[in-house]
């Protein structure tokens, strides 16, 4: 089964630090650039950030930028998002998704989309 599967959310209070994961199955991510995507309650889904197959290339929203970093181990199948100094506004359900091309920091022509990890920023 071609799929992607998210890991690494939950809970955290304000400034805290997660790291998504977000892992292949049944197919290899080096042919693919890949996009994370969040969604909060009550708004549409959002790029946050987006890497080039080759991992040489990332780029980030302007909301996230400083304190999210995407990367990429293609000998394990694996894309990260390493998340700190979380807001309350980071507050989403987290998906990640395997494209062809980054239009700035959004992943273009999705292939694959994963099921989505909550992350919840709270005191």
């Known amino acids: 089964q071609l799929q992607l599967v998210e890991s690494g959310g939950g809970f955290v209070q304000p400034g805290g630090s997660l790291r998504l994961s977000c892992a292949a199955s049944?197919?290899?991510?080096?042919?693919?650039?890949i996009g994370w995507f969040r969604q909060a309650p009550g708004k549409e889904r959002e790029g946050v950030s987006c890497?080039?197959?080759?991992?040489?290339?990332?780029n980030y929203a302007d909301s996230v930028k400083g304190r999210f970093t995407i990367s990429r181990d293609n000998a394990k199948n694996t894309v990260y998002l390493q998340m700190n100094s979380l807001k309350p506004e980071d507050t989403a359900v987290y998906y990640c998704?395997?494209?062809?091309?980054?239009?700035?920091?959004?992943?273009?022509?999705?292939?694959?989309w994963g099921q989505g990890t909550q992350v919840t920023v709270s005191s």
């Open positions: 998704a395997a494209g062809y091309g980054c239009s700035g920091y959004v992943c273009e022509n999705v292939r694959y």
């Open positions: 049944g197919f290899n991510l080096d042919y693919y650039t």
């Open positions: 890497i080039s197959s080759s991992g040489r290339s990332t």
